[in-house]
């Protein structure tokens, strides 16, 4: 069930609507769900056909009255939603019901901003219901580890843009002056635009370097952008592998002394520095051989 819970009495008519539109356990509450993803992938369809020029000409008519048709359905869902729970002002803050919103909000503004409707696409991120629909919340749990290790990464990144971007900065400018306007390099800002595109190896070969210096150096930078691509991707990776929930699943254990990982789950010190690990071995409290003797401190290793 929703934490916002109802406004009224399960038995009462605030309470059934609330079980069925919030409710995914009982049957009532998945066909609600059901139906409401498909009106989702439905609409967004029309919304992508109707960008197609062929489309929107012969069926114009058509396709505007369908996308109202689900603007005013989803319309009142939304005020449904909110008639129903009791912290309406919670609801409408957190992150479902903020889309909720602003899936029925661009077709409105259409009417006074022309092409505005084209903004509910934002609407397909409803379907994220799909995963408390077919109970694959633990997949959201998974969502929670890789968003933690992003945010455990986020100076470390923010020092490595910056240096890229310094990096770009140099080398455009260096390639404005060995190549000119001649080349397409009709100025710095131009000469970064090519040294961004080249260092992340898209090359759209707008511009291109005629000089050999100026190929030389295109070449170095080329090479230079597989390393940096790189670079972000350890960095997560190594947040991932000393994350709270990856030490409690028992996949490594980090030494609070040297940062390394200990993956051998009995280990109780670190075999570098000889720091006791505060992780809890998952098979604490597991009987032991009596053969084996247990792991012993740092004099051991």
Not at 43 to 51: F, G, I, P
Not at 194 to 216: M, R
Not at 248 to 269: H, I, K
Request: aromatic content about 10%.
């Amino acid at each position: 069930m929703s934490p916002f819970g109802p406004s009224g009495p399960p038995d009462s008519l605030r309470g059934k609507t609330y079980s069925v539109i919030f409710g995914h356990d009982d049957l009532k509450g998945q066909a609600f769900d059901g139906v409401l993803i498909i009106a989702i992938l439905a609409s967004v369809l029309a919304l992508m056909l109707d960008s197609v020029a062929s489309i929107h000409e012969r069926h114009t008519r058509t396709l505007l009255l369908v996308e109202w048709g689900f603007t005013l359905l989803f319309t009142l869902e939304y005020l449904l939603r909110l008639w129903c729970v009791r912290r309406k002002w919670a609801y409408a803050r957190s992150f479902f019901g903020v889309i909720d919103l602003l899936s029925v909000l661009p077709t409105y503004v259409s009417l006074i901003l022309p092409g505005g409707q084209f903004l509910v696409v934002v609407r397909i991120l409803r379907v994220v219901r799909v995963f408390r629909v077919f109970k694959l919340v633990r997949f959201l749990g998974e969502a929670n580890v890789l968003t933690g290790a992003l945010r455990r990464a986020r100076f470390k990144i923010v020092v490595f843009v910056v240096a890229v971007l310094c990096a770009v900065v140099v080398v455009g400018s260096v390639m404005f002056v060995i190549e000119g306007p001649a080349s397409g390099f009709t100025s710095i800002p131009r000469g970064v635009y090519w040294a961004i595109v080249t260092l992340t190896t898209v090359g759209y070969g707008d511009i291109a370097p005629q000089t050999p210096i100026g190929q030389a150096i295109a070449a170095f930078v080329m090479v230079l952008g597989y390393g940096i691509i790189a670079v972000p991707t350890g960095i997560v990776t190594a947040e991932l592998t000393r994350s709270p929930e990856s030490t409690a699943s028992g996949l490594v254990n980090s030494c609070p002394g040297c940062e390394r990982m200990e993956t051998d789950l009995d280990a109780r010190f670190c075999r570098f520095c000889g720091t006791g690990l505060d992780a809890p071995s998952p098979l604490k409290g597991a009987q032991r051989d009596p053969e084996v003797p247990p792991v012993g401190g740092p004099s051991e290793f």
